[in-house]
């Protein structure tokens, strides 16, 4: 998958710990503290409060990213950045077409841990999309585990890839693409009516409607792979299958089989592997927003 050189988005809020904080105690805060109770009375515990409060709000407001990043991460939040630009270039148009605008999201790169709109989340808890604060949340150490722990890369290929290219890439973009997703069905108030229905029905109807939102997040995630190819040829040999591969170990029957030995349909809230394949590969063929009814 080609992705360097392209625009970078301005929406990515990285929140990665860099090496300026240790232990998160920033020493700038910490001198202003000292400061601070030295020359004006004020209690340091305090006074590095509220510096560490105007550190995050900037932080907040900024896209730059934290001081102190090794190559690898400066290179992974460039990444990210890219394919969130691509996204963004590839909805503005069809928003355009629909006769709306189209309102970009945040993407949030965080370590371990991190408050979002809604709530604390963990990097266990995978990436994931909160319509509260309409901002797709990443734990750049999913990336890697996705890679170890499920197989996903093209280490049978690497030697045809390109030099640029890294195991796995386009299944890590196919994974922002989907998130982003789910901020479309935000905007189109998919999503709000779903958690309406969802209100009316029992757990196994409740899990049969998640599962067909999920499907949409994965056919969007597919006309985003269309309408970015036809823009700027990003797909290289081997990158469908790589995302077909990703699609397929991300399916719940997988995981359920993976982990339990079992598969239990009715608990299924993401659909089978099956399914996510089918549903990016309309999106990919189409490009058509109107083939991704997953409802009908
Ligand atoms: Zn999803």
């Not at 939040?77 to 069809?94: K, Q």
């Not at 965080?110 to 408050?115: A, E, H, L, S, W």
């Not at 290929?157 to 890590?172: H, I, K, M, P, V």
């Amino acid at each position: 998958m080609r992705w360097k050189g392209r625009r970078v988005s301005t929406n990515v809020e990285d929140r990665r710990g860099g090496g300026a904080k240790a232990g998160g105690i920033s020493i700038l805060g910490l001198i202003v503290a000292f400061v601070a109770w030295k020359f004006f009375g004020v209690d340091p515990q305090q006074a590095y409060q509220a510096t560490q409060a105007v550190t995050n709000s900037q932080s907040s407001q900024q896209a730059s990213a934290p001081q102190n990043l090794t190559a690898e991460q400066k290179e992974v939040g460039d990444f990210v950045g890219t394919i969130l630009a691509d996204t963004e270039d590839t909805w503005t148009p069809i928003f355009q077409q629909l006769g709306s605008t189209y309102q970009p999201p945040r993407l949030v790169l965080f370590n371990g841990v991190v408050r979002s709109g809604c709530g604390t989340a963990q990097a266990a808890m995978g990436p994931f999309y909160c319509p509260a604060d309409q901002k797709v949340y990443i734990d750049t150490s999913f990336f890697r585990d996705m890679r170890q722990q499920m197989g996903i890369s093209g280490e049978k290929n690497q030697t045809e890839l390109s030099r640029q290219d890294q195991a796995g890439d386009f299944a890590q973009a196919y994974v922002i693409a989907h998130e982003v997703g789910h901020h479309i069905q935000n905007l189109l108030g998919i999503s709000g009516q779903v958690q309406q229905a969802r209100a009316q029905v029992n757990q196994t109807q409740g899990n049969q409607l998640s599962v067909r939102l999920e499907l949409q997040a994965d056919c969007f995630a597919g006309i985003w792979a269309n309408k970015n190819h036809q823009r700027t040829q990003f797909l290289e040999q081997g990158d469908i299958e790589e995302a077909m591969d990703a699609a397929k170990k991300i399916g719940d029957d997988y995981l359920q089989r993976r982990a339990t030995g079992q598969v239990v349909p009715d608990s299924f809230t993401h659909g089978t592997s099956e399914q996510r394949m089918h549903w990016f590969q309309v999106g990919l063929k189409s490009g058509d927003v109107n083939q991704c009814n997953t409802f009908a």
